[in-house]
């Protein structure tokens, strides 16, 4: 590395903020996050029916959701955290907004956190949960909602907690459209 990257500091320590000398002949460190850090994620609505472009599903059947995240590059090998999933409903005329999490048993919850997380062990994760019937209501003529899907790797912190300050500092996040669904 060349003598004009080494004389280079950052503009103050957040490591030493009362150090003078602060680290001297520190060399910054350039990470190609691309090569070492590639993510890609996907989410699916998986009804019964085999065709992808039906998006009717009745409420009293059950349904899986997926979501799968393949992480490549050597640095995630490092990495542990926690991951949370959750598919997000608006309704389009009458009915309820609400979260996949807020009306999914509490047995079923918990699978929407893959909490300690450990990058060595895997970087292929699959969360697929059995929505059991009767979860998402329908009104008389169905009920239309725009679904969305997100997620959000979290370090530091308490997975199973509903207090956000308790979650630990968020990483990652990221959301997918799964369009509009009808359930009658």
Known sequence: ????????????????????????????????????????????????DKDPQDTIIESKEAFNVRFRVELRGKLWKCICADWCFDLCFTAIGDGKDFNLSD???????????????EGCDTTCIDVTIAVPGGTISADLCGTLYQVGAKFELRCCGECDSDD????GHLAVAGHESQGEYMFV
């Open 1 to 48: 590395m060349g003598e004009d990257r080494k004389k280079k500091h950052p503009p103050k320590s957040d490591c030493w903020p009362n150090d003078k000398d602060y680290l001297d002949g520190a060399t910054e460190l350039f990470l190609p996050s691309e090569r070492y850090l590639k993510a890609y994620w996907d989410a699916d609505i998986l009804d019964d």
């Open 103 to 117: 009306v999914l048993p509490a047995n079923l919850k918990s699978k929407l956190k893959l909490c300690d997380w």
């Open 164 to 167: 956000k300050s308790k979650q």
